[in-house]
């Protein structure tokens, strides 16, 4: 039944920034830092859009340990918790069903939410016991039920636990597949304005923290704006920077952060509204 898409089927690879709502996507992983920051993108970019953001984590993954690896990536988790913005549970062994993730859709829906996205750990599925014709199949009948739900998942699978022949088919199981980002960053500090342009993502962390240093550090003073019209995805770590610098300056200072209204939702969930420093105005 599942033959021609095991062997046939080239799942599409994106950036986790570049998933679009209703996407199936296959996450293999080998290293826990890499998935986690995976998973602060992919919660920063729902929370920013308004959904609800669900965490399955995996065994020996309790709540509190992904609320302080979420928060050391810049994302406000227990305040998003606060408001079921964000829910972390651990992974339940077992096939949803399509009525399910349809009732979690619609309760997100609800509750005010603009959406639901998931992130869920596999690990329970790769045990003793594997069927593997049955994992295949509901993530061959995932695609469809998501698509038409709007819901955006991550199935995360563990590389060093999955047989590479297996993986193989899982992905191909998945009409997408994410991959770490691999961005550029370009600056620009002249006239009192610095400018970003390019993405402020995982890959270009460093570059975007030192472009932010020296440009608030500059003999001739900090920035009074900072221009992020060009910049085509900023994470909740690089925000959580700007927003850092900024509020170092002296009480009467002022920066006026330009930029579209997904840059601006994201500068807000990481605190921007408490810096007095910092005006945000929205292109």
Do not use: K
């Not at 602060?40 to 992904?66: D, W």
């Not at 019209?229 to 300056?249: P, Y």
């Amino acid at each position: 039944m599942f033959g021609p898409m095991d062997s046939g089927t080239v799942p599409r690879t994106v950036p986790v920034d570049r998933m679009a709502s209703g996407d199936h996507a296959c996450l293999g992983f080998q290293d826990e830092d890499d998935r986690w920051e995976i998973r602060a993108a992919f919660t920063a970019i729902g929370l920013a859009r308004g959904e609800r953001v669900l965490l399955l984590t995996g065994p020996g993954t309790p709540p509190a340990e992904a609320v302080t690896r979420l928060t050391a990536q810049g994302i406000r988790a227990a305040e998003a918790m606060r408001h079921s913005a964000l829910v972390i549970t651990p992974a339940v062994p077992g096939y949803d069903t399509a009525a399910a993730w349809t009732a979690a859709t619609n309760a997100a829906h609800g509750q005010g939410f603009s959406g639901l996205r998931v992130a869920g750990d596999m690990s329970w599925a790769l045990g003793p016991g594997l069927d593997r014709d049955r994992l295949l199949g509901h993530e061959a009948a995932m695609t469809p039920l998501l698509a038409d739900l709007g819901l955006t998942a991550i199935c995360e699978y563990d590389q060093r636990r999955c047989a590479a022949s297996l993986l193989d088919r899982v992905r191909a199981a998945h009409p997408v597949c994410v991959r770490p980002r691999h961005g550029s960053l370009r600056a620009e500090h002249a006239g009192g304005t610095l400018a970003l342009r390019g993405d402020a993502d995982l890959a270009t962390r460093d570059d975007f923290e030192l472009a932010v240093r020296h440009a608030f550090a500059a003999p001739s003073g900090p920035p009074c704006r900072v221009d992020l019209t060009r910049l085509s995805f900023i994470d909740a770590r690089c925000a959580s920077v700007l927003i850092r610098h900024v509020a170092s300056l002296g009480p009467a200072d002022r920066v006026t952060i330009r930029c579209p209204r997904l840059h601006a939702r994201t500068l807000r969930l990481c605190g921007a509204a408490e810096v007095p420093q910092l005006l945000l105005e929205e292109t």
